[in-house]
């Protein structure tokens, strides 16, 4: 990542080279993209299903996180979730190979 310096110079058998060419090439690897499913604000049920995908243009395999929990490394996931009385809060975190990250954070309110 970053940018990538190249100098090219052809010589030949007879010891004739070509002018020396140099290229820059800068190379910017983005962050990954998570897209999660409906997470609702509010409810009356003690379990959920949280779940999503992940996709990233420079990683196939991003890695998908939730409370610093691995869910997968295949840009899916689906996970059930007991709630406890109250606030619940979720950390959802996608990286891909280069160390870049996506975080989402939501909080769900679970009243019986």
Not at 33 to 42: A, G, Q, R, T
Not at 45 to 63: C, F, H, R, V, W
Not at 82 to 98: D, H, I, W
Request: glycine content about 8%; proline content about 4%.
């Amino acid at each position: 990542e970053g940018e990538n310096v190249f100098t090219f110079k052809a010589t030949n058998s007879l010891g004739k080279s070509s002018e020396v060419i140099t290229k820059t090439i800068v190379f910017n690897a983005g962050g990954p993209e998570l897209k999660l499913d409906y997470i609702p604000e509010s409810t009356k049920s003690e379990q959920i299903t949280l779940s999503g995908s992940a996709m990233d243009a420079n990683d196939s395999y991003p890695k998908i996180y939730l409370n610093d929990k691995l869910l997968s490394s295949y840009g899916s996931f689906n996970e059930k979730v007991t709630l406890k009385e109250g606030s619940n809060t979720f950390v959802f975190k996608v990286t891909n190979s280069f160390g870049k990250v996506t975080t989402i954070e939501k909080t769900v309110v679970y009243t019986p």
